[in-house]
C-alpha cells in the first residue's frame, strides 16, 4: 500500500503518541497515593499499536515497558476476545502466567476506538504496596511458590461498558493490607487510562483510523531499520558472559545465569539456555520477564538514537530452555525476578563489552535492594513501607561511574526521608555514600549509598529481598570489582548481619537497620589514574585510603 503520510507527518504523529503516554505518566504522579507510586515513581504508562505493539511509551521502568506488549499481546491471544472488548472495558491483571510480572505489578489496559476501528489500546502498570501474602509488601524472600505471594488476578475486566466490576474491587480490597492506598492508585491507573485514550481519540479525529494505523505500523517499522543498522555496526561474531546471584533465599546455592550472543549481519541471537534451572526460591522469570533485560541491554548498547518502542525487538531472538531461572514454569515463585533480569543486564553488557570495548561501562550494582518494614502500634495498628534501594553504576571507558543512581532495569526516585518520618513511626537517622565502594581503576566505579531505618513502633516486621552480598559488580579491562553489600541489624549499640534474603525479622522499638548497598566496578588499569581524579576522590571523602 502506497504511504498516505509524510515523514513530517508521521514524526508529528509519533512525538504526539509519545506525549499522550507522558500525559499518562504525569496523571498517575499526581493522583496516586501510595509513597512506592508517587514518590519512588514505580510505575509505567504506554501506548500500543491495535495489534498491541508497544508503539510509544513515558520515560518510566524499563523492566515494565520492555514486557507490557508482551502482556497485551498474551490477553489478545489466549485470554479476551478483541471484538468482544469495547471502548469502555478495562482488563486487569497481575498473573506472572498471563503475561504479566510479579504479583506487587497490577496491569490494566483499554481499547482506543474511531468511528469503530480500534487504533490502539492504552496501558498502565503499577508496583501496588500490597498485594497479600505471606509477607508485607508482597515481597517475600523464602517463597517457593506463586501462591504464597499474594492475591493473583487473572484477566478480567475491571470495567465494563464504563461500569465498575465491583466484586472484582471488593475481593481485591479484601486480600491486601492497605487497602485505601491499593485501591487509590488502581483508580489513578484507570484515570491514566482516560487521559491517554482522549489524547488518542483527538488524533484520531484529526488524522482518521487509517492514517493513525498506517503512522502506527510505519513508525514500528522505522525503528526496527534504526535498530537493524546499529546492529550491523557491530562487529559479527559470538561472545559470552556469565554472572551469578548470591542465592534464591532457600537454597543458599549461587544462580548461574550465562548469555551467548551472537552478532551476524544486522540480527542478534541471545542464547539464555546455559542459565541454571529454575530455583525453588522467589528469584524465576517467565520469558516475558528475562527478555525484558535481553532488550533493554541490546537498545542500551546502540550509538544510535531510535525511539524504544516493540520495533526495536524485531531484529532480536532470544533462546529459553523451558524450566530454567529465565523460563520458569508454574508455580514457580516469582516476587524477585527483577533480581535475576539486573544480573541478566550485567551478564549482557559483559558480553557486548567483547563487540564494544569503547561503549560498554563495567557493572553496575545489579539489584533492587528491596526492604519492606511493617511498623506495629499498641492498638495494633499497621503501616507498610516499601523501599527499593539502589547502588553505583560501573565505570565507563571513559569516564567515572555515578554514584548512587538508579540504573538498568529500573528508574526509580528515592522517598524522602521527611515523608516517611512523617507518616510512619520509622526515622531515617543516616542516608548517604559509602566510602571505598567504587571498584578503582582508570575509571572509577560509582559509590553504593547508606540507608538507616530506626524503628519508633512498639515493633516491627522486616523483610529483606536483596543481592549482591556475595558476588560483586565486576571491573573491566584491569578495573576494580565494586565493594559487595552489607545488612545490619543495630541493637543496643551492637551490630549483628542480617541474612539479605529474610522474612518476617522481628524488630522492637530503638532498633535500627542499616543498608550498604555495592558500588559499581571500575574500568582499566588503577595505576593508570589521573592524579588530580585521585586527589579528588580523597578530598570528597570517596576513597580513603
Given at each position: 500500500m502506497r504511504p498516505t503520510l509524510g515523514p513530517i507527518e508521521i514524526e508529528v504523529i509519533r512525538n504526539a503518541l509519545t506525549a499522550a503516554a507522558a500525559e499518562m505518566d504525569v496523571t498517575i504522579w499526581r493522583t496516586s497515593r501510595s509513597t512506592i507510586v508517587r514518590e519512588l515513581l514505580d510505575y509505567s504508562t504506554a501506548v500500543f499499536d491495535a495489534e498491541g505493539n508497544n508503539v510509544a511509551q513515558s520515560a518510566r521502568i524499563p523492566q515494565h515497558l520492555n514486557s507490557m506488549g508482551a502482556a497485551l499481546r498474551a490477553l489478545l491471544d489466549r485470554f479476551v476476545d478483541p471484538a468482544r472488548w469495547g471502548a469502555e472495558d478495562v482488563v486487569i491483571t497481575n498473573d506472572p502466567y498471563c503475561g504479566a510480572q510479579h504479583l506487587n505489578d497490577v496491569l490494566v489496559f483499554r481499547p482506543v476506538?474511531?468511528?469503530?476501528?480500534?487504533?490502539?489500546?492504552?496501558?498502565?502498570?503499577?508496583?501496588?504496596?500490597?498485594?497479600?501474602?505471606?509477607?508485607?509488601?508482597?515481597?517475600?524472600?523464602?517463597?517457593?511458590?506463586?501462591?504464597?505471594?499474594?492475591?493473583?488476578?487473572?484477566?478480567?475486566?475491571?470495567?465494563?461498558?464504563?461500569?465498575?466490576?465491583?466484586?472484582?474491587?471488593?475481593?481485591?480490597?479484601?486480600?491486601?493490607?492497605?487497602?485505601?492506598?491499593?485501591?487509590?492508585?488502581?483508580?489513578?491507573?484507570?484515570?491514566?487510562?482516560?487521559?491517554?485514550?482522549?489524547?488518542i481519540r483527538r488524533l484520531a479525529a484529526r488524522y482518521g483510523a487509517a492514517a493513525l494505523l498506517e503512522a502506527s505500523a510505519r513508525i514500528l517499522d522505522m525503528s526496527e531499520a534504526a535498530m537493524r543498522a546499529a546492529i550491523r555496526a557491530m562487529p559479527d561474531g559470538t561472545y559470552e558472559f556469565e554472572d551469578f546471584l548470591d542465592d534464591d533465599g532457600v537454597s543458599g546455592e549461587p544462580v548461574r545465569l550465562h548469555a551467548r550472543l551472537?552478532?551476524?549481519?544486522?540480527?542478534?541471537?541471545?542464547?539464555?539456555?546455559?542459565?541454571?534451572d529454575q530455583q525453588r526460591g522467589p528469584v524465576n522469570c517467565t520469558p516475558a520477564m528475562s527478555d525484558c533485560a535481553v532488550y533493554y541491554a541490546v537498545i542500551a548498547a546502540t550509538d544510535g538514537a531510535m525511539p524504544a518502542n516493540a520495533g526495536c525487538y524485531r531484529p532480536i531472538r532470544i533462546r529459553h530452555r523451558e524450566g530454567s531461572v529465565t523460563s520458569c514454569r508454574p508455580p514457580a515463585a516469582v516476587a524477585h525476578r527483577v533480581a535475576t533480569t539486573h544480573r541478566l543486564a550485567n551478564v549482557l553488557f559483559g558480553a557486548l563489552h567483547q563487540a564494544l570495548p569503547e561503549r560498554i561501562p563495567a557493572a553496575y550494582y545489579g539489584g533492587s535492594y528491596v526492604a519492606t518494614f511493617q511498623t506495629i502500634a499498641e492498638d495494633g495498628h499497621r503501616e507498610v513501607l516499601v523501599e527499593i534501594e539502589i547502588g553505583g553504576t560501573g565505570a565507563h571507558p571513559a569516564k567515572d561511574g555515578v554514584s548512587a543512581f538508579s540504573f538498568?532495569?529500573?528508574?526509580?526516585?528515592?522517598?524522602?526521608?521527611?515523608?516517611?518520618?512523617?507518616?510512619?513511626?520509622?526515622?531515617?537517622?543516616?542516608?548517604?555514600?559509602?566510602?571505598?565502594?567504587?571498584?578503582?581503576?582508570?575509571?572509577?566505579?560509582?559509590?553504593?549509598?547508606?540507608?538507616?531505618?530506626?524503628?519508633?513502633?512498639?515493633?516491627?516486621?522486616?523483610?529483606?529481598?536483596?543481592?549482591?552480598?556475595?558476588?560483586?559488580?565486576?571491573?573491566?579491562?584491569?578495573?576494580?570489582?565494586?565493594?559487595?553489600?552489607?545488612?545490619?541489624?543495630?541493637?543496643d549499640g551492637e551490630a549483628t548481619p542480617i541474612p539479605p534474603k529474610s522474612d518476617g525479622v522481628l524488630l522492637r522499638r530503638g532498633d535500627v537497620v542499616r543498608l550498604e548497598t555495592s558500588g559499581g566496578g571500575g574500568f582499566g588499569d588503577p595505576a593508570e589514574r589521573d592524579p588530580e581524579a585521585a586527589a579528588r576522590d580523597r578530598a570528597l571523602g570517596y576513597v580513603t585510603g
Open positions: 476506538f474511531h468511528e469503530g476501528v480500534r487504533v490502539a489500546y492504552v496501558g498502565a502498570l503499577c508496583h501496588h504496596i500490597d498485594m497479600g501474602g505471606m509477607a508485607p509488601g508482597s515481597y517475600a524472600a523464602t517463597a517457593t511458590e506463586v501462591f504464597q505471594e499474594g492475591l493473583r488476578i487473572p484477566p478480567l475486566k475491571l470495567i465494563e461498558d464504563g461500569r465498575r466490576n465491583e466484586a472484582v474491587w471488593a475481593m481485591i480490597g479484601q486480600n491486601v493490607r492497605k487497602p485505601a492506598l491499593m485501591l487509590g492508585d488502581l483508580q489513578s491507573q484507570l484515570a491514566s487510562l482516560e487521559v491517554g485514550a482522549a489524547a551472537t552478532v551476524a549481519g544486522d540480527e542478534i541471537e541471545v542464547d539464555l539456555t546455559g542459565c541454571a538498568g532495569m529500573h528508574n526509580n526516585a528515592n522517598i524522602p526521608v521527611e515523608m516517611i518520618e512523617s507518616q510512619m513511626p520509622l526515622s531515617i537517622p543516616r542516608y548517604g555514600l559509602v566510602p571505598d565502594s567504587g571498584g578503582a581503576g582508570r575509571f572509577r566505579g560509582g559509590l553504593g549509598l547508606v540507608r538507616e531505618w530506626r524503628v519508633e513502633s512498639p515493633s516491627c516486621l522486616f523483610t529483606a529481598n536483596m543481592d549482591r552480598f556475595r558476588f560483586p559488580p565486576y571491573g573491566l579491562a584491569g578495573g576494580r570489582p565494586g565493594r559487595r553489600g552489607r545488612l545490619l541489624l543495630i541493637r
